[in-house]
């Protein structure tokens, strides 16, 4: 129930951004139909994908306002302190390829490569000249590369 709060509280940031908040939803479902997510970090998961882009369009708008956001919303909601810190660090670094990340950030970020290659997302990515290729390399998971493949492979036919 707190998602639904959190997803609320959320879209009037998450509209401000070039894919709105249709690409958190995306990268959400992406990363619910896609991956086995712990019933111990399902929380950790929703909210940093919920709260992943709320900074801003860019990287440095979201990476700098992001978390800073991202507190004031989840202390709304009742979250505690330290969870909070967890997600705002997500947020900071989370279009970088960590050498030692959590699981759950691993799940956002393959998720949210995976949402560029979406449909509707494809088109925008694909006309700003994006490296697939990197994409695909840089995800963490075997199933989320493979995936990835075919869905580029669908996109170019």
């Known amino acids: 129930m707190r998602h639904k709060k959190l997803m609320g509280l959320a879209r009037p940031y998450l509209e ?3 894919l709105g908040a249709d ?11 896609h991956h086995r997510i712990p019933k111990e970090l399902q929380e950790q998961v929703v909210c940093s994908i919920i709260l992943h882009d709320i900074g801003g369009s860019t990287i440095e708008e979201q990476y700098n306002r992001g978390p800073e956001i991202a507190a004031n919303l989840l202390g709304q909601l009742g979250y505690s302190d ?8 997500t947020i900071r670094t989370h279009h970088e390829r960590l050498a030692k990340p959590s699981k759950a950030f691993r799940i956002l970020y393959d998720a949210d490569q995976l ?7 494809f088109p925008y990515h694909n006309s700003r000249k994006t490296d697939w290729n990197s994409i695909i390399d840089l ?12 869905m580029l492979n669908q996109r170019k036919i």
Do not use: P, W
């Open 16 to 18: 401000k951004n070039d």
């Open 82 to 89: 330290g969870f909070a810190r967890k997600i705002c660090e």
């Open 139 to 150: 995800m963490y998971y075997q199933h989320s590369k493979a995936l990835a493949r075919k």
């Open 23 to 33: 690409h958190t939803e995306r990268v959400l479902n992406i990363a619910k139909k």
């Open 115 to 121: 949402a560029k290659l979406s449909a509707e997302e």
